[in-house]
């Protein structure tokens, strides 16, 4: 099962920063948070992820609390092709190897113009 | 650098045949990961493989459904007897070994049983 809790659906305005917040109280030292999209049924793709500091990329940007049981997803500037589902996700790296990525029901994030 | 390649894009088959899919990992990338989308549903995990091992297939069917990752090659996903029930979107990712690694997907195969 998902670890993560997510709102079900938000709405943003064009140009304006979307802000989608994630719930993860039972995160562990070893887990990473990882944050995907999937835009109408295509392949799911790859937005950030992070472990306990805040991160950016050409994307988005990841802010994680201090204890570490709660992120946000922050897109800076929202456009219409970012209409999609929001999948945040818990990851344990367990020594030596990788985990599967287990995918809830997702935020489903409509832009409007 | 390719992404995640998958084949066919669209597989159509009768109740009762075999389909085979097919997923080439990014280059240098050894860990390979199954997901079933059903329509109107989430990403169901079937299966994780590295190299000749299954490492994770808790998310497989117990019947009719097999992977592999050989060596050389693309990992495949095949269905037996397919129903139509098995109708659906299956997607690939893969990532390389180690911490702090992510995953990227391929576009999928949509298998419609008639």
């Known amino acids: 099962d998902a670890k993560t809790t997510q709102p079900t659906s938000m709405d943003c305005a064009e140009g304006r920063a979307a802000n989608l917040p994630c719930n993860h109280s039972?995160?562990?030292?070893?887990?990473?948070v990882y944050w995907y999209r999937q835009i109408h049924s295509q392949g799911p793709q790859y937005i950030i992820h992070?472990?306990?500091n805040n991160e950016t990329n050409e994307m988005a940007s990841l802010i994680i609390t201090e204890d570490r049981k709660s992120s946000t997803l922050i897109l800076p500037h929202a456009t219409l092709r970012d209409t999609a589902v929001y999948y945040c996700?818990?990851?344990?790296?367990?020594?030596?190897?990788?985990?599967?990525?287990?995918f809830g029901k997702g935020t489903k994030l409509t832009v409007n113009p | 650098n390719a992404g995640v390649m998958q084949n066919p894009r669209h597989l159509v088959r009768r109740r009762g045949q075999e389909a085979r899919l097919r997923c080439s990992p990014m280059?240098?990338?050894?860990?390979v990961y199954w997901y079933r989308q059903l329509p109107e549903e989430g990403l169901k995990f079937m299966v994780y493989?590295?190299?000749?091992?299954?490492?994770?297939e808790s998310g497989m069917p117990k019947e009719r459904f097999s992977a592999e990752f050989p060596k050389e090659g693309p990992s495949i996903l095949r269905i037996q007897q397919v129903v139509r029930g098995d109708s659906a979107a299956y997607f690939c990712?893969?990532?390389?070994?180690?911490?702090?690694?992510?995953?990227?997907f391929g576009q999928g195969t949509r298998l419609t049983v008639v």
């Open positions: 493989l590295q190299k000749e091992n299954i490492i994770d």
């Open positions: 039972t995160i562990s030292g070893n887990e990473y």
């Open positions: 280059k240098g990338h050894s860990h």
């Open positions: 990712a893969s990532s390389t070994t180690g911490l702090d690694t992510e995953a990227f």
């Open positions: 996700i818990v990851r344990r790296y367990p020594q030596g190897g990788s985990e599967k990525l287990v």
């Open positions: 992070g472990l306990k």
